[in-house]
C-alpha cells in the first residue's frame, strides 16, 4: 500500500540554524499538508499547499517557515532560523483525490538545543 | 469556522469492558470526521472515517464510532479494550472542500488497566 514517508526520522540543530524536513507523498495525490505536534500536545496545522503554492496557512507559518515542491515528488519544509519553541514532531500528509482522505508520514522530531 | 471538542484528557477502564471516548465538532456543512491513535514516539495512525452514510461506521482493531448529527458527537468506542489499546486517541474535522485542512482535538489518552 502507498505511503507518505518523511526522512529524517529524528533532527537535532542548534538554535539559530536552519533545517529542512523532507517529505514524499503518494504519487497521485493533489494536495499537501504540514502540521506540528509540540511533546505529548495537540496536533497543529501549519500550511497547505496545492498547484505549487500555499493554500493556506496557520499563525504559526510565519516568515521563518517556507514550503516548496522542489522536483515534483518532494515535498519539504524549511525554517531558516530555527528557535527552542520549534522543537516538535512535524507530520506532511497528502490527500487522496477521490477519498478526500488524509494520509499522514511517520513524523519528523526535531529537537532544537 | 472549525472545531472539535474532546472533553476527557484521560480515561481509564479495566480490560475487556466497553470504552468510550467522547467528541464533539462544529463545522459549517457537512462534517468529514476521523479517529487517529497515536502511540509513544510514534506518528498519527488512521482509525476510521466518517463521510456519508450509516452513522455508525467500523475501523481499524474492533473500533467504531456512531455520528450524531443531532447532538454532533462521533464518540469512539470499543465493545471490549485490551490492553494495548493503551493510546493517544485523536478526533479529527475537516470541512467539505476538498483542500480543507484537519482541524484536531487535543487528544485523549486512553489507559486499559490489566
Not at chain 1, 536552519?18 to 507523498?25: D, G, H, K, N, T
Not at chain 1, 488524509?102 to 529537537?111: A, C, E, I, K, V
Not at chain 2, 461506521?57 to 493503551?86: C, M, W
Amino acid at each position: 500500500e502507498p505511503e507518505v514517508t518523511q526522512t529524517p526520522s529524528h533532527q537535532v540543530t542548534q538554535m539559530g540554524q536552519e533545517v529542512i524536513l523532507r517529505c514524499v507523498p503518494i504519487s497521485n495525490h493533489l494536495y499537501f499538508y504540514w502540521y506540528r505536534q509540540i511533546l505529548g500536545q495537540k496536533v497543529e496545522f501549519l500550511v497547505s499547499f496545492y498547484n505549487n503554492e500555499i493554500s493556506e496557512k496557520s499563525e504559526i507559518f510565519d516568515d521563518q517557515f517556507s514550503v516548496e515542491r522542489p522536483d515534483g515528488s518532494n515535498f519539504t519544509l524549511k525554517i531558516r532560523s530555527t528557535k527552542l519553541e520549534d522543537s516538535a514532531m512535524y507530520f506532511c500528509a497528502s490527500v487522496d483525490r477521490v477519498a478526500y482522505e488524509q494520509y499522514f508520514g511517520p513524523g519528523t522530531r526535531l529537537t532544537v538545543t | 469556522a472549525q472545531s472539535v471538542a474532546q472533553p476527557e484528557d484521560q480515561v481509564n477502564v479495566a480490560e475487556g469492558n466497553p470504552l468510550t471516548v467522547k467528541c464533539t465538532y462544529s463545522v459549517s456543512g457537512n462534517p468529514y470526521l476521523f479517529w487517529y491513535v497515536q502511540y509513544p514516539n510514534r506518528g498519527l495512525q488512521f482509525l476510521l472515517k466518517y463521510i456519508t452514510g450509516d452513522n455508525l461506521v467500523k475501523g481499524s482493531y474492533g473500533f467504531e464510532a456512531e455520528f450524531n448529527k443531532s447532538q454532533t458527537s462521533f464518540h469512539l468506542k470499543k465493545p471490549s479494550a485490551l490492553v494495548s489499546d493503551s493510546a493517544l486517541y485523536f478526533c479529527a474535522v475537516r470541512g467539505e472542500n476538498r483542500d480543507d485542512k484537519i482541524i484536531f482535538g487535543k487528544g485523549t489518552r486512553l489507559h486499559i488497566l490489566p
